[in-house]
Every structure is written in structure tokens, then in C-alpha cells.
């Protein structure tokens, strides 16, 4: 294998070969996951069982968990409205994004947050967030206590390109340019601020040209190659826990559902979805796995049946848990 | 004893709370070399350096988030916002994300932030440099509101909110700052005065005048005015934490006097005193021999000419008539 990777121009050493097989299978797992609790999530959506909206992260797979995957569990993340695949991929427990998805109390959030808010502070997921870019600053601000207090950390700040036109994305890139922050700014391109195509939005080719406005390190890669994205975070993962400063990553990839439950997609056509699909960064893993003699074609079917077997005990668990008690309703505002 | 102006007294608790704790750290727009646009944090750079005296770009919104984003993750910032009025720039990280985090997360996270900025009217800043905004915020659920309105109370309450587990805004009146005529004995060591916890500032039982802020000052004074021209005994009530609110120290005073008279210096339409009329109207109408009188800002935006301003907050002329009129002595 070759030691070093040119991507968008940097020179980007290939870790992913010194990972174990394991990690690398895991991976593929944790893909899997995130489809099939998507698909189940969106059967639960049909049948009028989420009392909410859900935003579903099908396609996008590979640069949650290339990312996540390429940090360490210590280190912080800040996820999106669109955030189931970033918490799976952290670690959590599908069992309560369930629940938490279905309203009950024993979901990660008791059943307060829903879809939008899920988070579990202790295990350094800060939550995702239904404001379009709210947690960019909150993710610098946890970038500040690890400069500060926790310097072994580092933070990965997930937004999409909708994100990238907020105020805060600019007060946030400045404030962590001067400071010189441990925070790998990802964002997901996933091509659409909910209807609005990126060429609408930006007269800029790539958003992560606006590395220049900061004087930051960033590039743009392809959000749909797990080991592309792997490869990448982790180079700038090392480089922003020597002290470095943050980096921006822009990840093309894209959203094969519609925005959230209600978007009949008529700004898109059927073959721009198509033409994407085939860029299934799922099959793209496994394919590259099998390839390279990692898996074979037996044990990939294996990987995805115990991806399914989990999401299966996830929803028995959420359809068996029970709703919060009424009477909770005003706990848990203060501390 | 010493006695010391509101500003030195918001200053040392700063200073002592982070003498004590290396969590604590001051954030926001020239706090350091400045101190501060008012002066507030004038000498802490040299004590605590850089990275805890911190300065930041003009990034109201940003720097909201950020000190939201540390107090996550174990920090205890204080951030300044310079006039009350950025908070709106900020909105969205003080009422969508740092009051709501420990709810939405099902009360697994907390948020030990505070918020401190500069409030109220009558330094001829006009409109966008002179606002009231505490009801604004008060509304939110999981935000506390603080308004110290004298030096002794202004420590203590800033030290509680530093050792409070929840996002507090500290609102701190321009007009008090560096007036002499409002110094005051402060003791020299770490005290709290609890969140939540209202103040008698004149014991009387004529009139209950719940003020907040510079008003308290105003109506201490109409008081003593009173007292002497038409023997009138007012009790002025100071709820110093607007959220949580100590509506039993005003219901009891109510029970005593029959009376209550609100004033605040933001615009009436919505204000906080409409909730404290509210609150009175539901838990003590039997003790009410009067109606309600609220004696507000007008329902504008602060002008700038002196004469204008003057009409539009309350001024001791008509806090005076106000309580006049109500106790029918005109």
C-alpha cells in the first residue's frame, strides 16, 4: 500500500491500513446501522407512529463514521438536525435513539427532544440541533475547553452547506483561526439547504474555498468514500491536537430522502437521485473490503444481518418502553 | 467599612471567583486592555492574562455559542455583551440553545454560563444603546434573570450566579456603575445572595412599590419624599432576580399594605411587571383594596433628546404622581 494519498491537493498520509480488520468491519456495520434505523425510522413515519419530524441521513454514511471513526472517543462532536448517523456512529445506543424517536421515557432525552436534540454529553456527543448551524459556535466553545482545560481533545463540528451561510459559521471559523482551536469543521455538502440547490446559495464553486477568509487549512473530498474520509480526518485530527488549529473539511455527498417528512422533492429530479444512488457509499465500502480481502461476500452478509438484528431490538425496545408521565412535563428546565 | 460603587463590587466578585476557581474565565468585546466598555473589568488582564481575560471579535451571536459550547463541556464563563440591546444579535444562542440545552437533553447536560451586560436608559444612547429587555428574556424557560440594583446586592448575586448551574443573565444598570451617591458597605469576602430571593429596601405600610433596578433607586427616593411632604409610608420591594421570582415576599407585602404599585423603566407593553401585576391579580386580589397602577416606560423606543428620554422613562415626578393618584391624595 502506498504511504501517502494526494487528496484535493494536500498530502494526506494513509492511516487506514494500520487500522485493525475489526474497526474496519465495524465500520461497515455502523453504516449498515444507520440505514436500516433510517428505514425503520421512516416506516415509523409512514404509519403516523413519530408524533414529529425526523430528517433521514441515508447516503450520507460514510462521512459520519469515516469521521467519527478517525477521531477518538474522547474527543467531542456537535451533530445536526439531521443527526441520527453521527450519533450511531459516536457509539450511542440505538436502543434510546429509539425511544427517544418514538417519545418515551426512556429514550436519551426522556422523551423532551425528540429526533432534533438528541445528545449524550458524557460520552462527548454534544447533541444534535434543530437550528440549521446552531451548534457550529457551540462546538467552538467546546474547541475552547479543550485549548483551555481538556488538551487532548479535539472537537469535530458537523454542519451541512445550509449551515455554511450562517452568521455564527463566520464568528465561529474567525474566532477559532485566532485562537487557534482543536476543531475540524465538516461540512456535509449534501447539495440542498432543504429545497435550495448550493448553486443558488453560493457563488462559490467549494465551500471550503472559504478556508481562505480564515486562514485555515481546508479541502473538499468526497463524502461517499469512507476511506477517503477516514484518511483525511484523521491526518487533520493529529494535526489539530498538536495545536495546529482548526481545519475545514467539506464532504460531498448526498441526501437520497427528501428534507424531512413532508417534501414531496420537486425541486430534483428522479435521475439526479439516481445518479446518486450509485454513488452508494455503503456498497462502495463493502465492494472496497471484499476487493482488498477483508470480508468476504458471506461475512458482509453476516455484518449486515447483525446490523438489522440490532435495529430490530432497538424498535422492540422503543415500542415496549413507556410514555414519560405527564407529570414530568416541567422537570429537568433548571439544574 | 469600606464602601465601594456597584461597578467595583461587580469586579470583585469576578475577581474572587476566579481566584478560586480555574474554570471561571471572563469573555467578551475589550475586556481586556479596555475593561470593558464601561470600565467593569478594568486591572483583570494584568491579574489573570489572556486566555481567561479574553478578548473577541464583534461577534455578539458567536460569542454566545462559544461560552455555551465551554459551559457544556466544564468551563464556567462569564460573558459580557456590552448593551443589553446585542442580546437580540445573540438570540438564538441565549433562547434556542443555552436555555434549552438541559431540557431538550432530558436534563443530562448543564449550562454554567452567565451573561452579564449593561441595561436601561438615560445616558442619551438613543435607541439602540438604552433598552430594557429583561421581559424578553425573563419569558424563556430555563434562562434565569438577575438586576441588582445596589452594590452589596450586585457581588452577591453575581457570585451566586457564577455558582449557578444554569444560564443567568445579569443585568447591570449603566446609571449605577460609577455613582457615588449610590456607594455602599460590601463586605471583603465571597458571599452569595440566593437566586430567586427578593429584597425589602424600605419598610413601609402605605404602599407596596415593587421596582427592579435603577427604578429601586428612584422610588427610594419618591419614598423619602413622601414620607416628609404627605406622611405616606411606602414599602419598596426589589425582586433583584426577576427569574425565579420571589412572589411571596410581594404577596406578603401586599397583605400588609392593600396596594401595589410596579414600576420598571422597560416599555410597559408585555413587560416584566405585568407578570408581577399578574401574579398579585391571582394569588392576593382578596388583599387588594386598590387596582393595580403600573407605572412603566413609555411604548416607544428611548429617543435621544434629554427631554424626550425623560418622558419616556419613569422619572420620580411621575413614579410620585403615580402613588399619589392611588392612594387618592391629590
Known amino acids: 500500500m502506498k504511504n501517502f494519498l494526494i487528496i484535493d491537493g494536500h498530502k494526506i498520509k494513509d492511516s487506514y491500513w494500520e487500522l485493525e480488520k475489526s474497526l474496519m468491519i465495524e ?75 418514538l417519545g418515551k421515557a426512556t429514550g436519551y432525552c426522556k422523551g423532551k427532544g425528540g429526533s432534533m ?38 472537537v469535530l463540528c458537523f454542519f451541512g452547506d ?37 448553486k443558488e446559495a453560493f457563488n462559490i464553486k467549494r465551500i471550503s474555498d472559504r478556508k481562505c477568509a480564515y486562514n485555515i487549512e481546508g479541502l473538499t473530498i468526497d463524502g461517499n468514500n469512507l476511506v477517503e474520509v477516514y ?30 417528512k413532508s417534501d414531496a422533492q420537486v425541486y430534483r429530479s428522479k435521475e439526479e437521485v439516481k445518479e446518486w444512488m450509485e454513488k452508494d457509499p455503503i456498497i462502495r465500502y463493502e465492494t472496497f473490503l471484499i476487493e482488498n480481502g477483508v470480508l468476504s461476500k458471506q461475512e458482509a452478509i453476516e455484518v449486515k444481518e447483525k446490523a438489522i438484528k440490532a435495529i430490530e431490538e432497538a424498535v422492540s425496545f422503543a415500542e415496549d418502553s413507556p410514555f414519560p408521565d405527564p407529570s414530568t412535563v416541567e422537570e429537568d428546565v433548571y439544574a | 467599612m469600606r464602601e465601594i460603587t456597584y461597578l467595583e463590587a461587580i469586579r470583585e466578585a469576578m475577581q474572587q471567583m476566579m481566584r478560586i476557581n480555574p474554570d471561571v474565565y471572563l469573555i467578551g468585546e475589550d475586556v481586556a486592555e479596555y475593561g470593558g466598555a464601561f470600565g467593569v473589568s478594568v486591572g483583570m488582564l494584568e491579574e489573570f492574562g489572556k486566555e481567561r481575560i479574553r478578548n473577541t471579535p464583534i461577534s455578539e451571536d458567536a460569542v454566545i455559542g462559544v461560552a455555551t459550547g465551554s459551559a457544556v463541556t466544564g468551563m464556567r464563563p462569564i460573558a459580557e455583551i456590552m448593551f443589553s440591546d446585542f442580546i437580540t444579535i445573540a438570540m438564538d444562542e441565549i433562547a434556542n440553545q443555552a436555555a ?50 445596589c452594590p452589596y446586592d450586585a457581588k452577591g448575586l453575581l457570585i451566586a450566579a457564577i455558582n449557578d448551574d444554569n444560564p443567568v443573565i445579569f443585568i447591570e444598570h449603566k446609571l449605577l456603575y460609577k455613582n457615588k451617591r449610590y456607594i455602599q458597605h460590601v463586605p471583603e469576602e465571597i458571599y452569595e445572595i440566593p437566586l430567586g430571593k427578593g429584597d425589602i429596601k424600605r419598610d413601609g405600610k402605605d404602599v407596596t412599590i415593587v421596582a427592579t433596578s435603577f427604578m429601586v433607586k428612584k422610588c427610594l427616593e419618591v419614598s423619602e419624599q413622601l414620607k416628609t411632604d404627605y406622611a405616606i409610608d411606602c414599602e419598596v420591594i426589589d425582586p433583584r432576580t426577576i427569574r425565579p421570582l420571589d412572589i411571596d415576599l410581594i404577596l406578603e407585602s401586599v397583605k400588609k399594605t ?56 419613569p422619572n420620580h415626578e411621575r413614579i410620585k404622581k403615580g402613588i399619589l393618584d392611588l392612594l387618592r391624595k391629590n
Not at chain 1, 477518538?72 to 450511542?92: F, M, N, Q, V
Request: glycine share 12%; proline share 3%; net charge neutral.
Open chain 1, 231 to 260: 484518511n483525511t480526518i484523521k491526518h487533520f485530527s493529529e494535526y489539530c491536537r498538536s495545536g495546529k488549529g482548526p481545519v475545514l473539511v467539506e464532504c460531498l455527498t448526498y441526501r437520497w430522502k427528501g428534507h424531512s
Open chain 2, 258 to 313: 392593600s396596594r401595589l404599585i410596579c414600576v420598571e423603566e422597560a416599555c410597559g407593553f408585555g413587560g416584566f411587571m405585568g407578570e408581577v401585576a399578574a401574579q398579585v391579580a391571582e394569588y392576593g386580589f382578596d388583599y387588594l383594596d386598590a387596582p393595580i397602577i403600573r407605572i412603566t416606560g413609555r411604548n416607544c423606543p428611548v429617543p435621544y433628546s434629554l427631554v424626550l428620554e425623560n418622558e419616556m422613562i
Open chain 1, 162 to 198: 445550509g449551515a455554511a451561510n450562517r452568521g455564527n459559521f463566520h464568528g465561529s471559523l474567525n474566532m477559532a483561526s485566532i485562537w487557534n482551536l482543536p476543531i475540524i469543521y465538516i461540512c456535509e455538502n449534501n447539495q440542498y439547504g432543504m429545497s435550495t440547490p448550493i
Open chain 1, 27 to 101: 465500520m461497515l456495520q455502523k453504516m449498515y446501522e444507520i440505514r436500516f434505523f433510517e428505514g425503520e425510522t421512516e416506516q415509523f413515519i409512514i404509519k403516523g407512529q413519530i408524533h414529529g419530524t425526523c430528517h433521514l441521513y441515508v447516503g450520507e454514511e460514510a462521512t459520519a463514521v469515516g469521521a467519527i471513526y478517525a477521531s477518538e472517543k474522547k474527543d467531542y462532536i456537535t451533530s445536526t438536525h439531521r443527526g441520527h448517523g453521527h450519533c450511531i456512529a459516536k457509539g450511542g445506543d440505538l436502543k434510546l435513539m429509539m425511544a427517544e424517536l
Open chain 1, 117 to 154: 436534540h438528541i445528545a449524550d454529553v458524557t460520552s462527548g456527543n454534544l447533541g444534535a440541533n434543530g437550528i440549521v448551524g446552531g451548534s457550529i459556535d457551540i462546538a467552538t466553545g467546546a474547541a475552547l475547553t479543550c485549548k483551555m482545560k481538556e488538551k487532548d481533545k479535539i
Open chain 2, 100 to 149: 434549552k440545552i438541559r431540557y431538550m437533553f432530558g436534563g443530562k447536560a448543564k449550562v454554567p454560563l452567565v451573561i452579564r451586560t449593561a441595561g436601561g436608559g438615560g445616558t442619551g444612547a438613543a435607541a439602540q444603546h438604552s433598552q430594557s429587555l429583561e421581559a424578553l428574556i425573563a419569558h424563556i424557560p430555563g434562562l434565569k434573570v438577575v438586576m441588582p440594583s
